[in-house]
């Protein structure tokens, strides 16, 4: 712990003589459940208290991507704040639906934004709406709104998975049930931009 309370030392030495300042530090680390890694943090301090956002990357997906997670709360500290973000490396996961951060534990898998679609699609089904709620074509499991141009619905990490991992040519990127070329919209849904 002497270790981190050094580092807290030498990013307070720079807030020390500022009342309202900004300054990211590139600080990479991989969760505990390597699902994402942070790039950087980002620290403001306004009158009196510290803000937080942590820049970061999925494992898996188009490395020149970085996704940003507002830690929301107001620290009144250095050490609060660096305390704060080795925390949600430990116990944060990302959204199966779109990669934002949530917490590793709750009951949902699915972020705040994200929850709203599978809500839709439950009232559809239990109101005979719709027949089923879509899976994703690799895990089987619900996906609520990931889906292709072509209406094939696959979970982002299961696609960038399949992609990276299985039988992408370094060709175009084909909709592994249609073979269909997907398009740019998809790519940049998908994160996969340099394919």
Known sequence: ?????????????????????????????????????????TIKKSVGFFEGTIHYRVIHCDYNYILYHDMGVHYESISHLMDSFYEILWIYTICQECFNLIKADTSYSLCIDCLPMKIFWEYGLTHQKTEHIPQCSICFDPVYHSVLKCNHYFHKNCFIRLIRDTWYNGEDVLCPICRGKISVEDKYNYFLYGE
């Not at 003589?17 to 890694?37: L, M, P, Q, W």
């Open 1 to 41: 712990m002497e270790t981190k309370k050094n580092y807290d030392d030498l990013i307070r030495q720079d807030f020390q003589n500022h009342e309202d300042f900004k300054k990211c530090y590139d600080i990479v680390c991989t969760s505990a459940n390597k699902k994402f890694r942070s790039s950087s943090l």
